[in-house]
């Protein structure tokens, strides 16, 4: 069986003030029963940065996503989740919803507690450390690519 993980770059939102999302507990490693990421209720926009909050250590990323077995959640086929994360001033996860399940819960709750594990360098907006939501598609696929 052949798997394939991939994430593209982090695409930045900014939150409307009214904009109220739980925030979620961290956890050291994803767990089999990862808890679900809330469904996002509240409407996101682009944001505009001077830089765009990065992954501190991609790495990290890419060994989370292997180390996963996301392969048991589903049997065979593509699926795609988007997650929508609020990334504080100080570059830590604050909270992390779902934009758009892949149709499996169990990965999706996977994907969810993958990125509330990671760092990112802040955004910057007029020089200074600046929170933001960003979106963050994960496709996965088990079989032919």
Known sequence: MRRHT????WHVLAAS???????AA?????????????VCTSPVTVGKWDTEPRL?????????LEDARLERFISDGAH???LL???????SVGSVCL?????????????AAIARVQEFEPGI?????????????????????
């Open 6 to 9: 991939s994430w593209h770059s």
């Open 80 to 82: 795609r989740t988007t």
């Open 26 to 38: 961290c956890t050291q490693n994803p767990r089999p029963n990862a808890p679900p990421a809330p």
């Open 125 to 145: 907006k007029a020089g200074k450390s600046a929170a933001g939501w960003i979106s963050q598609p994960f496709n996965f696929s088990v079989g032919a690519p």
């Open 85 to 91: 994360v609020w990334v504080t001033e100080e570059g």
């Open 56 to 64: 501190a250590n991609p790495d990290d990323l890419r060994r989370l």
């Open 99 to 111: 934009g758009q399940s892949s149709g499996s819960p169990q990965l999706d709750a996977e994907f």
């Open 17 to 23: 003030a009214a904009i109220a999302v739980p925030i």
